[in-house]
């Protein structure tokens, strides 16, 4: 069954540092790898996706992942952190469906970032 | 162009009843899935609805039920309600096939709390 692991439950960054935040997944085939965030008492947005092709894809709000698959990672990145970016960001995995297109996700726990100024 | 939106924003139920919650999809989109966020926790995937059936389903009891209407809006319905079905139940939808790429779109949630 896929999985996905998300290391860091709390990360306190401050305003222009630089983040990294991690995610592993397991899954059996080619996957698809999405980070979303949550603000408080909202539902989620997506930041940026992986499908295929170039592992380091761009997203949205100045945000980039890379896709490792030696090291089963897909990693969200950004190189100067705003106050506005303080929410909670998932990493998830997309199932193989029985048709291509509608894949059910499977989230990780979540990691809490906190922007210090 | 509305997104996804979900009703009620929220609601308090007490042990043992049913609830029925509501989602429409984004225009153009013809799949809704349903995700529950309990408190602390990332979404658990609950099922997905496309013409108007049930595809896929997640780890979830029977209690779990819902529905799909022709004009792809969706329900999601809970019977015999725990205090552990408290949590944030998420709709998501999905634009038809045909494109080489695709992305589920978030409503906002519905907060149901069970006492």
């Known amino acids: 069954a896929q999985s996905v692991t998300q290391p860091d439950i709390h990360i306190t960054v401050s305003e222009g540092a630089s983040l990294e935040l991690r995610c592993n997944y397991s899954?059996?085939?080619?996957?698809?790898l999405f980070w979303y965030v949550q603000s408080p008492g909202q539902g989620l947005q997506l930041l940026l996706k992986?499908?295929?092709?170039?592992?380091l894809v761009q997203g949205i709000k100045g945000f980039e992942a890379e896709f490792k698959r030696s090291q089963s990672s897909f990693n969200l990145r950004k190189p100067s952190v705003h106050w506005s970016d303080a929410a909670e960001y998932f990493c998830?995995?997309?199932?193989?469906?029985?048709?291509?297109?509608?894949?059910?996700?499977?989230f990780g726990s979540g990691t809490r970032l906190q922007v210090q100024p | 162009d509305a997104g996804v939106t979900q009703s009620p924003t929220h609601l308090i139920k007490t042990r043992g009843q049913q609830v029925t919650l509501r989602c429409s999809p984004k225009s153009g989109h013809d799949t809704v899935s349903w995700y529950q966020q309990a408190l602390g926790q990332g979404p658990q995937f609950i099922f997905q609805?496309?013409?108007?059936?049930?595809?896929q389903r997640g780890n979830f009891p029977d209690r779990f039920s819902g529905h799909q209407f022709p004009n792809y809006s969706s329900e999601l319905n809970v019977n015999a309600l725990l205090l552990g079905d408290s949590a944030l139940y998420l709709c998501?939808?999905?634009?038809?096939?045909?494109?080489?790429?695709?992305?589920?779109?978030f409503g906002p949630g519905t907060r149901l709390t069970v006492t």
């Open positions: 998830a995995v997309g199932s193989r469906p029985m048709d291509t297109g509608r894949r059910a996700l499977t």
């Open positions: 609805y496309y013409e108007e059936e049930e595809r």
């Open positions: 992986y499908f295929s092709g170039d592992t």
């Open positions: 899954y059996g085939a080619t996957p698809y």
């Open positions: 998501a939808s999905t634009r038809p096939l045909g494109g080489s790429t695709y992305e589920q779109y």
